[in-house]
């Protein structure tokens, strides 16, 4: 947690890149910065309203959209290289079954060693499409995982965001004007 209250995520996960750290770094900064902003914005007396500087708030938030593109792209990178996991899996699934079937023709010549041939082809045939079932669980949770986490940021920006708009409606009457 930090000093806001919010979940931090301290381990880094394979597949996030620098760039993706340092967006979500940045929005999260942006973030706290215009809720530090609205914070410490003078009070309107006998009143819930503040006086906020339009324009720092306006750059902020528009920092805050600029940044969201940033996480969506990292967000379809991870989706995509866990597609590309997942099918390369599928792959060495695919050329296991190959090869036990190469074996199995090449011991057809003999009935006790084609029956011995099927089992083992069944059996890796089991086993590559048990290691393909557990990739894709792992891989799924971690798209998982990762999606939550970019789901929440979306969440509170858009709260944040809804939370200013709202106050500088209430301050300067721009109820109809969006």
């Known amino acids: 947690m930090d000093d806001h209250g919010h979940q931090t995520d ?17 929005v999260t900064a942006d973030i706290d910065a215009l809720r530090e ?8 007396p006998m009143s819930a309203s503040c006086i906020v500087n339009r324009t720092e708030a306006l750059e902020l938030v528009e920092r805050i959209a600029g940044g969201l593109p940033d996480e969506l ?6 989706l995509d290289g ?9 792959a060495e699934a695919n050329q296991i079954i190959e090869r ?6 090449e011991l057809a010549g003999h009935t006790s060693i084609v029956q011995q041939a099927e089992e083992i082809a069944a059996k890796l045939v ?17 798209i998982d995982e990762r999606m ?8 509170k920006t858009a709260s ?9 409606s209430a301050r300067s009457h721009l109820d109809g004007q969006s």
């Open 10 to 26: 301290d381990h880094s996960q394979s597949g996030h890149s620098q760039f993706g750290q340092r967006g979500a770094n940045r």
């Open 37 to 44: 902003l609205i914070t410490r914005a003078k009070s309107m």
């Open 73 to 78: 792209a990292e967000a379809r990178g991870v």
């Open 82 to 90: 866990s597609r590309s996991q997942i099918a390369q899996a599928e």
């Open 100 to 105: 036990a079937r190469e074996q199995a023709a």
């Open 126 to 142: 089991a086993e590559s499409q048990t290691e393909a079932a557990e990739l894709r669980v792992e891989t799924d949770a971690f």
């Open 148 to 155: 939550a986490s970019f789901e929440s940021v979306l969440q």
């Open 160 to 168: 944040q965001v809804k939370t200013a708009r709202g106050r500088l």
